[in-house]
């Protein structure tokens, strides 16, 4: 929760002040949140911490997590920034590696709990799930859109709205 609110802060801010800092702030926010939401649904699933490959995916996200703050490696040019964390000019190589991240954490996490929805015999286990399921499933629609499709056709209204993703996820877990 912390690491999602100081991502969406950064997201708030790059609307406040449009400068690289904030920008590469929600890159590197937005890491840790992939990687400790990996880190969060195995032990959902899986009912206990297994500390090795958590220390791996922890040491992965929070070293793109620094990366990112490397000149040239989220963009190597800036022309205009958005509310979000949306830029025109020219993407780095950490753009292409975020959006691999970024999908292959989706997909990891929507596959492990559909998995183990089927799996499993408790109608209320099943429930819990299914409500992580969809909140999940509701923050990378909201993100990928906002973040890489719309971009990708120079539509950026909509940048500042992919946090609210993350709103619609917690609702769900708390529900």
């Not at 911490?49 to 793109?64: P, V, W, Y």
């Not at 950490?94 to 989706?106: C, K, Q, S």
């Not at 996490?109 to 089927?118: D, F, G």
């Amino acid at each position: 929760s912390f690491t999602a609110a100081l991502w969406t802060f950064s997201n708030f801010m790059t609307g406040i002040l449009p400068v690289p800092l904030w920008l590469l702030s929600t890159y590197s926010f937005g890491a840790l949140v992939i990687g400790i939401g990996i880190i969060w649904i195995n032990v959902v699933i899986d009912g206990k911490l297994n500390r090795r490959s958590s220390s791996i995916i922890f040491i992965l996200s929070f070293s793109f997590s620094i990366l990112s703050y490397l000149p040239g490696f989220i963009a190597r040019e800036y022309g205009e920034i958005y509310l979000g964390g949306v830029f025109t000019g020219q993407a780095g190589i950490g753009i292409i590696i975020y959006a691999v991240v970024f999908l292959f954490g989706a997909v990891f996490i929507l596959h492990k709990l559909r998995r183990e929805m089927t799996i499993t015999s408790s109608l209320q286990r099943k429930s819990q799930l299914l409500s992580i399921f969809y909140g999940t499933l509701i923050l990378v629609i909201i993100s990928a859109l906002t973040s890489f499709i719309f971009p990708t056709f120079s539509i950026f209204i909509f940048s500042g709205l992919d946090s609210i993703g993350l709103l619609f996820f917690l609702i769900f877990i708390a529900y």
